[in-house]
């Protein structure tokens, strides 16, 4: 019943930004947290960013400063604004609803970075 839809990857070049969207669809009762992974190829998954249901924010170290993540508690949204994009930043972007009993997955979008 419930859906995760991401959204705003595409390609650009280094240098450049991107804002991506994720819009849950369905019923969630509660979130504790609305989050932001990637997985490059042949990498492991990793955190991006994350927002806890108190409103605080984290990043990894290797975007601190280029991304902010921001969050609709009401419209149960989530956006990625990314700038100063580096090669380094291409991979697959998935965002993450936790609830108190479930996690959802979006289906993930592309995010590539090249001249």
């Known amino acids: 019943q419930v859906q995760v839809v991401e959204s705003g990857g595409g390609l650009v070049q280094p240098g450049g930004s991107l804002r991506l969207s994720c819009a849950a669809s369905?019923?969630?009762?509660?979130?504790?947290?609305m989050d932001w992974y990637r997985q490059a190829p042949g990498k492991q998954r990793e955190l991006v960013a994350g927002?806890?249901?108190?409103?605080?924010?984290n990043y990894a170290d290797s975007v601190k400063g280029r991304f902010t993540i921001s969050r609709d508690n009401a419209k149960n949204t989530v956006a990625l604004q990314m700038n100063n994009l580096k090669p380094e930043d291409t991979a697959v972007y998935y965002c993450?609803?936790?609830?108190?009993?479930?996690?959802?997955w979006g289906q993930g979008t592309q995010v590539t970075v090249s001249s």
């Open positions: 369905g019923s969630i009762r509660t979130i504790r947290a």
């Open positions: 993450r609803i936790s609830s108190l009993l479930h996690v959802y």
């Open positions: 927002s806890s249901s108190g409103g605080s924010t």
